[in-house]
């Protein structure tokens, strides 16, 4: 949230003259309480996902995220299409709320990238990217819907089968120790 809160207000910003400030105010307010309760609380600013990959090398966190990224993207095929697609749809159809999307999804993408990933299994840090992409497929659906309706079909339709290709890992839930797919 720290860091997704201000790429939104940046797209919301946009290219409007007058600063969001209400909006700034809120998330500095908003990220003071977080800070301040996280410090009470843990005794730390940042969550744990943070300090156990802090000490690492920056070129061996970036392996291991984009050995994370690369795990959840060819589990979970639908976001890296709905990446595609959202660049696609903002160059054919561009609009603040599609661009708005497409940094949520790029930014929710390159953090877990940044931090090393993480060390748990079912890739819990992209797990909100999944709605995201969900949403990302509506955007292109009803970009397509006027011109191509049987193209917008088509990808409500793959989306549909891409988003139900993680389902098969509930079934070796408790099997998984975290292997990774690509190592």
Request: some cysteine; hydrophobic content about 60%; overall charge positive.
């Given at each position: 949230?720290?860091?997704?809160?201000?790429?939104?207000?940046?797209?919301?910003?946009?290219?409007?003259?007058?600063?969001?400030?209400r909006t700034v105010a809120a998330f500095v307010i908003t990220a003071a309480a977080l800070l301040i309760w996280r410090l009470a609380y843990f005794g730390y600013p940042l969550p744990n996902t943070y300090y156990a990959t802090a000490g690492e090398p920056i070129v061996q966190r970036l392996a291991a995220g984009f050995d994370y990224f690369s795990d959840f993207g060819l589990a979970n095929p639908l976001v890296?299409?709905?990446?595609?697609?959202?660049?696609?749809?903002?160059?054919?159809?561009?609009?603040?709320?599609?661009?708005?999307?497409?940094?949520?999804?790029?930014?929710s993408c390159v953090v877990p990238i940044i931090e090393g990933g993480d060390r748990f299994g079912f890739w819990r840090m992209y797990?909100?990217?999944?709605?995201?992409?969900?949403?990302?497929?509506?955007?292109?659906?009803?970009?397509?819907?006027?011109?191509?309706?049987?193209?917008?079909?088509?990808?409500?339709i793959a989306a549909i089968?891409?988003?139900?290709?993680?389902?098969?890992?509930?079934?070796v839930l408790g099997d998984l120790d975290y292997p990774s797919a690509t190592t």
């Open positions: 949230s720290l860091v997704l809160a201000p790429a939104l207000i940046a797209v919301a910003w946009g290219g409007s003259k007058d600063p969001p400030l890296p299409v709905a990446l595609v697609a959202g660049v696609i749809t903002t160059a054919r159809s561009p609009s603040r709320a599609q661009a708005g999307l497409l940094a949520l999804m790029v930014v797990q909100p990217v999944v709605l995201l992409a969900l949403i990302q497929v509506a955007f292109t659906a009803a970009a397509l819907a006027t011109t191509k309706p049987t193209q917008a079909r088509m990808v409500c089968l891409l988003a139900l290709v993680p389902w098969r890992h509930w079934a």
